[in-house]
């Protein structure tokens, strides 16, 4: 009975998340369904991550054991006959029977996209947030770096969760962006330093890896950082609220579809 790892990618704007629901499509259950009808028999699949609805991943790891063998890349071809187009299986190989998706990871990275201007493309709707105005990406950049290192990350938790436990490494934790302005000179467009310019739009990105994360963590550092970047509060007061462990003193949790689960890493 072989074991595998597969790499999974999926637009998760349709489904309930990843994890089997009741009622609505989840992407475990339609993977579930193609190893079923491949397999004959009904195949448990564990992923490293609970994305929640309308939350993408560009590379969701998951594990499973089927009664017959198969080549890793055949795997692969026969899984994605079977999923929809917004589910890819990217890759997949054999590992150990012991492996477990969720509890031999050591570590995640998550990447979230905020579009800042006045106009968003429809092309982009599904894939971020759209903030109108000016944000302070410098003063962003500055909060996010104080979520680094070991924290007791309650006030970032969502207000549903059950996990007692609520201290959190974080690796990295950063602000990227791509401002554009037209140049007076040439009229070309040339890269803003610090702050990204009305009325452009442009995509600022954040980046976060840890060990684990809480449910809504990294969602509601998110709309922390906005509050920051619109300038309703200083970069300090990131600290004010970890400190709080209160999460009515962080800021909103920003909306799903500008996360993605981006890489799953394991020792």
């Known amino acids: 009975m072989p074991t ?27 993977l579930e369904e193609a190893l079923r009808e491949l397999d004959e028999r009904d195949v448990a699949v564990m992923g490293a991550g609970r994305t929640d609805a309308g939350v993408h991943a560009l590379g969701q790891v998951a594990g499973f054991s089927l009664e017959r063998a198969i080549a890793p890349d055949a795997l692969v071809r026969a899984m994605n006959v079977r999923l929809p187009a917004s589910v890819r299986v990217i890759s997949a190989e054999t590992v150990p029977a012991s492996f477990h998706a969720r509890f031999d990871a050591s570590a995640k990275t998550y990447r979230y996209r905020i579009w800042n201007g006045d106009v968003l493309s429809p092309f982009e709707r599904r894939y971020g947030w759209h903030i109108i105005g000016t944000l302070d990406v410098a003063a962003m950049r500055e909060a996010a770096a104080m979520i680094e290192g070991r924290h007791d990350f309650r006030a970032f938790q969502g207000t ?108």
């Not at 595998?4 to 339609?30: C, E």
Request: charged share 20%; hydrophobic share 35%; proline share 6%.
């Open 4 to 30: 595998f790892k597969i790499t999974v990618a999926y637009d998760g704007t349709d489904f309930v998340g990843w994890q089997r629901q009741a009622s609505g499509i989840s992407v475990q259950g339609l």
């Open 160 to 267: 549903d969760s059950k996990t007692h436990s609520t201290a959190r490494e974080v690796t990295v934790s950063r602000i990227s962006d791509c401002g554009f302005r037209p140049s007076t000179s040439s009229g070309r467009p040339e890269l803003v330093e610090g702050r990204i310019p009305h009325p452009q739009s442009a995509m600022i990105e954040y980046e976060i890896t840890g060990t684990g994360f809480l449910r809504h963590m990294v969602r509601t550092i998110v709309g922390t950082l906005v509050e920051i970047g619109r300038g309703r509060f200083p970069s300090a007061w990131m600290n004010d609220v970890l400190a709080s462990r209160d999460r009515t003193k962080a800021g909103p949790t920003a909306p799903p579809r500008g996360l993605f689960l981006v890489r799953v890493d394991y020792n």
